[in-house]
């Protein structure tokens, strides 16, 4: 989602020398074959959105594979980036790196100031060693290598399984598939309470370009759109955009996650970026894509 995002952003400033790679084309785990790939492809700026991703069961579910597989992608990427000459590169991290009760708006200096939310532990602990890579190399070295922390995604190419995906897809999919076939319930998980903020990929990928082109400086940067609403409110909103008529039930055996995740973005606004894309009209469109790709979405 957020690597074909990017590329379509650098599509439109007009940029022709892309290079991209499946998983399947390269396995940025083997550290051998991404070395060859950097030594052959040689690439001027980096975008390191790879990483094995999923929300909440996910995340809690394959504890080894989000920690080793991401732990991997990084240090393979920002090694083979240093040893290459790179000129830049972008990490993405996540929201997720704050710890579990960190005041809010979670400002960037809070990294690493309490104990992590349980869930999502390893993919977190992974994503606070890509910062520390990049700080690492810049230090050591003198990479400008840059970190971004967005806060949760939604948009094109996002995935739809119901056991690896975040809320909003998984939302989207079961309102839609109950409208469909007349189901008078969908399950939804928690208690509703919990507070997520939501960025479209596409704001995403422009903040990304933004930052690749107006940032050198060692501390991350939040991305994001500065305002969050409740799970219930969002399940609410997307059972009016897909036209559900039905109930919602709430399923507490189902973990709430971080009770809150509000990124501080004063320091990305005070740099001259802001989101564009407002929640309901994101999931709009998101649907819309939904609709047209749902062949491929749902295998
Ligand atoms: O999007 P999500 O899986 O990720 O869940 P997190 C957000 C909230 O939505 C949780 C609730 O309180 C879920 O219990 N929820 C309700 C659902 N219904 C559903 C559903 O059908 N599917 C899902 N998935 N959730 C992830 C982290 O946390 O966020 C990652 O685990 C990463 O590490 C990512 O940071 C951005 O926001 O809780």
Not at 71 to 79: A, G, V
Request: net charge negative; charged share 25%; with cysteine.
């Amino acid at each position: 989602m957020v690597g074909s995002a990017i590329v379509r952003k650098l599509q439109d400033e007009g940029y022709t020398t892309i290079i991209t790679r499946t998983s399947s084309e390269l396995d940025l785990r083997n550290q051998a074959a991404v070395t060859d790939f950097f030594d052959q492809e040689n690439p001027d700026y980096v975008f390191l959105a790879a990483a094995k991703v999923g929300g909440i069961l996910a995340n809690n579910t394959y504890r080894a594979e989000f920690l080793y597989d991401n732990l991997m992608i990084e240090s393979n990427i920002i090694h083979s980036a240093y040893k290459t000459g790179v000129k830049k590169l972008l990490f993405l991290g996540s929201s997720c790196i704050y710890p579990k009760l960190a005041p809010q708006p979670l400002k960037e200096e809070y990294l690493l100031s309490g104990y992590l939310e349980s869930t999502n532990e390893p993919y977190a602990i992974a994503k606070i060693t890509g910062i520390k890579l990049c700080d690492a190399y810049r230090s050591q070295y003198g990479c400008n290598f840059i970190s971004a922390m967005p806060t949760n995604l939604y948009g094109p190419n996002d995935n739809y399984n119901l056991q690896g995906s975040h809320v909003l897809p998984a939302l989207i999919r079961k309102f839609h598939e109950a409208k469909v076939n007349d189901e008078p319930t969908v399950e939804v998980w928690g208690t509703g309470s919990p507070m997520r903020e939501f960025l479209h990929a596409d704001d995403l990928a422009d903040a990304c370009f933004f930052l690749m082109e107006n940032y050198n400086d060692e501390l991350f940067v939040n991305i994001g759109t500065g305002e969050d609403v409740t799970i219930r409110e969002a399940a609410e909103l997307i059972k009016d955009i897909v036209g559900f008529e039905g109930e919602l039930r709430w399923n507490t055996e189902k973990p709430d996650g971080t009770p809150r995740k509000l990124m501080d973005v004063s320091r990305l606004h005070e740099m001259g970026w802001k989101h564009r894309t407002e929640l309901r009209q994101g999931l709009e469109m998101t649907y819309q894509d939904f609709l047209a790709n749902e062949v491929l979405y749902i295998e």
